[in-house]
């Protein structure tokens, strides 16, 4: 159970430091319960209620309240007329197209990355590439899902545009919440690939990187599996529910 601090008391809503507290604790707390939403803590269609999710994280209903409505935006929660906010549930038309954009976005952040990184970035970038080689060479394949997301918010960061790096940010949590990501077939292979992107970032090639970014992607589909997640039973509660994970078609 996290808990946050504020950066200043609640005083009717007045004062810099009031305000300023309010901001960081709503942030802390959407980020708490997309986190919460994404691992299967709070299933597809259970409720989240304002009073308990305060509680479980040690703060007061106002962060709470400005965190669903984030979350609701974001498409993580939904609204129902005498329910309040509850998770929302994706149909497999959604799921399948978070993939299908996935194909779009990615591409056009790694040409941007080949426009703009910077050399920290590309430290970065083959520093992973090294490790994740390493990793897959030796068969240590539980240690690469970690290391490809840090790869790919490190790209999403290295095209210079916040908005795009927070949309591909978001679209990511989106797919590990909605599909079991099935390891490569060859590892060794997805690494070499990421080599070669790096690569071409790194060269400012701009229309190779975006090739190559493609051709990740359109391999990704055959790696996802569509978690179907079973509601939990609508009680008003939002403590931990088990999800159970069945494999799709």
Request: hydrophobic share 40%; charged share 25%; with cysteine.
């Amino acid at each position: 159970m996290r808990r946050f601090t504020h950066a200043g008391p609640y005083v009717n809503g007045e004062g810099t430091a009031a305000q300023e507290g309010r901001r960081i604790s709503a942030h802390a707390v959407c980020t708490a319960i997309r986190d919460d939403i994404v691992s299967g803590t709070f299933p597809p269609g259970s409720r989240l209620t304002e009073e308990v999710l305060a509680r479980r994280y040690g703060v007061s209903r106002v962060p709470v309240r400005e965190a669903l409505r984030t979350l609701a935006s974001e498409g993580f929660v939904t609204t129902r007329r005498h329910a309040g906010a509850c998770v929302a549930e994706p149909t497999e038309q959604e799921a399948a197209d978070l993939l299908e954009v996935r194909s779009l976005l990615e591409p056009l952040g790694a040409a941007r990355a080949a426009q703009r990184r910077t050399e920290a970035h590309l430290k970065v970038l083959r520093g992973l590439v090294r490790l994740g080689q390493e990793r897959a060479r030796g068969g240590r394949t539980g240690e690469l899902r970690p290391l490809g997301d840090w790869f790919d918010e490190t790209l999403a960061q290295a095209s210079g545009s916040p908005s795009l790096a927070g949309l591909l940010t978001q679209l990511r949590l989106k797919i590990t919440w909605v599909y079991a990501a099935e390891p490569p077939v060859r590892p060794v292979d997805t690494w070499e690939l990421l080599g070669s992107l790096v690569d071409a970032v790194a060269r400012g090639d701009a229309e190779r990187a975006r090739s190559i970014a493609a051709a990740r992607a359109d391999r990704a589909p055959g790696e996802f599996r569509l978690r179907r997640l079973v509601p939990a039973a609508r009680t008003g509660n939002a403590g931990p529910a088990v999800r159970t994970v069945i494999a799709g078609s």
